[in-house]
């Protein structure tokens, strides 16, 4: 396989299918990851130029290494690695919960840095390996709710720089950072549509605009180990709770 390559993991869905989208859109062969939204990852692909599924388990580490060594070994092109699956359950800081803590860090932090090691390691590109870590805005703006999740995503964060600073020179290493987005949990559309729009700018953040930040990334000349913020300037202002929970 010889064309420019993408692969987003958590693709089959929300911001992922998103990104892989504008990717299809922009040219690219698409490797749509995705473990149980498997049928929303074959429609996905059907509607693209050029796409391709993956299934596997984010919370077996050795499964998505061996994804990883499958796809670096038959793809000759393979530019880009965006890790944007992550699980977001809710706990607080008030009393951390063990097994939502070892998931969110398991899911969002290690394994994606894994993932990320062993591309830089073994993928072929001709135009230089990009690796984008989808973070959160919680990390300029943090709250109590989502602790755990939150915790993964500061420790996400923390690898970027590292990386960068170990990668090869053609090679680079980013962080993009969402605001709120898409309607989570139990929050209605109504609610989505109020409370996402408590940012600097007072407007509600596009997943089209996470997806064209994406695409920048992957094809800019952005230095290595930056994270960039698209969230309206929500990451800017102190919120005491997640916006879901400030509805009313």
């Known amino acids: 396989m010889s064309e420019k390559t993408v692969l987003v993991t958590g693709g089959a869905r929300r911001i992922g299918a998103a990104i892989g989208r504008r990717f ?14 498997f049928t929303d990852a074959q429609t996905l692909a059907a509607e693209l130029p050029s796409a391709e599924v993956v299934r596997c388990n984010l919370a077996d580490g050795a499964a998505a290494l061996a994804m990883i060594e499958d ?7 393979w530019r ?38 062993a ?28 602790f755990s999740y939150t915790m993964s995503k500061h420790a996400l964060a923390a690898t970027i720089p590292m990386l960068a600073m170990a990668a090869a020179l053609e090679d680079r290493i980013y962080g993009l950072a ?20 408590f940012n600097l700018l007072g407007r509600r953040t596009g997943a089209d605009e996470v997806a064209d930040a994406a ?26 709770r997640d916006v879901m929970y400030l509805a009313g």
């Open 24 to 37: 299809g859109e922009a040219g690219w062969h698409v490797v749509i990851h995705c473990h149980r939204s």
């Open 71 to 77: 796809l670096a070994a038959r793809i000759e092109d």
């Open 80 to 117: 880009v690695l965006v890790n944007s699956a992550s699980v977001f359950r809710p706990d607080e800081a008030r009393q951390l919960d063990e097994g939502t803590n070892w998931e969110a860090m398991h899911v969002n932090a290690a394994v994606p840095a894994m993932m990320a090691q």
């Open 119 to 146: 591309y830089l390691r073994l993928a072929r590109s001709y135009a230089g390996r990009r690796v984008i870590q989808l973070t959160d805005q919680k990390l300029a703006n943090p709250n109590p709710d989502f």
């Open 178 to 197: 969402p605001g709120a987005i898409l309607a989570s949990h139990e929050q209605s559309e109504e609610d989505a549509e109020l409370t996402h729009r």
């Open 215 to 240: 695409l920048f990334l992957a094809t800019g000349p952005l230095v290595s180990g930056q994270t960039l913020f698209v969230d309206s300037g929500q990451h800017l202002l102190a919120q005491p």
